[in-house]
């Protein structure tokens, strides 16, 4: 049987119409989001915040871009799940976001089901137990 968690997932994108509309499609679903609207800003709510689950990162962030606000929140807390969102999906794009240390990535514009996809898919990996993201549609 699936199970439905109380969720935290921090949304950390430069983009204000970008949250609002994963804000749009997850309204329904069980989970907390966060938002930080640059990179420095995104460490801060990880070294605030400790029961996140999952970080959503914009590769493209002002001030620290996602790449190195990834690396520096890997060395607060190593097992943190980080997937990049990128517009690129150029296969040395994904190269490059895979060797930073994320764990997966997802192309804009972000599609709803291939999202909770890949969430299920980084969540189950990381976590070695049965953590699903359902959808309360």
């Known amino acids: ?4 968690y109380e969720n935290i997932i921090s949304f950390l994108m430069n983009y204000y119409t970008s949250y609002k509309y994963l804000i749009r ?3 329904n679903d069980r989970i907390s989001i966060l938002q930080a609207v640059n990179g420095l800003e995104a460490i801060e709510i990880v070294k605030t915040t400790p029961d996140i689950d999952l970080i959503l990162m914009d590769i ?3 001030v620290l871009d996602g790449f ?3 690396k520096q929140i890997k060395l607060l807390k190593p097992d943190l799940p980080v997937i990049a969102q990128t517009a690129y999906a150029f296969s040395s ?3 490059k976001i895979l060797q930073a240390g994320f764990n997966d990535y997802i192309t804009k514009p972000i599609e709803y089901d291939k999202l909770l996809t890949i969430i299920n898919k980084v969540m189950n990996k990381v976590k070695k137990l049965n953590w699903w993201f359902i959808p309360n549609c």
Not at 1 to 4: E, F, K, P
């Open 68 to 70: 190195e606000a990834t």
């Open 1 to 4: 049987t699936l199970q439905i």
């Open 60 to 62: 493209r962030m002002p």
């Open 93 to 95: 794009e994904k190269e």
């Open 25 to 27: 499609i997850l309204k």
